[in-house]
Nanobody, 116 residues
Framework: VQLQASGGGLVQAGGSLRLSCAAS????????MNWYRQNSEKQRELVAS???????NYGDFVLGRFTISRDNAKNTVHLQMNSLKPEDTAVYYC???????????WGQGTQVTVSS
C-alpha cells in the first residue's frame, strides 16, 4: 500500500494550497480517505475525511476554509485549503481507513508552512 502526498509548501497568510494524495495497492472505493495534521506542539488531529460516497467530515477549526474531495477513477484524494492561517502550519498526512475493519494506512507527510 502506498499513499503519496504532495502539494505542500510555503504560502502567505490568506493564501491557498491544494494537497493531493495518490493511493495504490488498495481498492480505493473501500476506503475512507483522511487528512490529518501534526505540528510540534499538538497531537495529530483530523483535518477532513471523505467516504466512498462522498460524505465528508471536518475538524472544527476548518470553519469552511478547506474542502476535501476524491476521484475514485484516479485513486486520488485532494484537500483544497483556502484562507490559510499561520496556525495551519503543520505536517499534513494522508491516510486510508478500510470500511469493514478500520485498518488504517498512512502516507508520508507533506509540510505546509503559512507565514504571517
Amino acid at each position: 500500500v502506498q499513499l503519496q502526498a504532495s502539494g505542500g509548501g510555503l504560502v502567505q497568510a490568506g493564501g491557498s494550497l491544494r494537497l493531493s494524495c495518490a493511493a495504490s495497492g488498495i481498492i480505493f472505493r473501500a476506503y475512507r480517505m483522511n487528512w490529518y495534521r501534526q505540528n510540534s506542539e499538538k497531537q495529530r488531529e483530523l483535518v477532513a475525511s471523505i467516504n466512498s460516497l462522498g460524505s465528508t467530515n471536518y475538524g472544527d477549526f476548518v470553519l469552511g476554509r478547506f474542502t476535501i474531495s476524491r476521484d475514485n477513477a484516479k485513486n486520488t484524494v485532494h484537500l483544497q485549503m483556502n484562507s490559510l492561517k499561520p496556525e495551519d502550519t503543520a505536517v499534513y498526512y494522508c491516510s486510508a481507513t478500510y470500511w469493514a475493519t478500520n485498518i488504517e494506512y498512512w502516507g508520508q507527510g507533506t509540510q505546509v508552512t503559512v507565514s504571517s
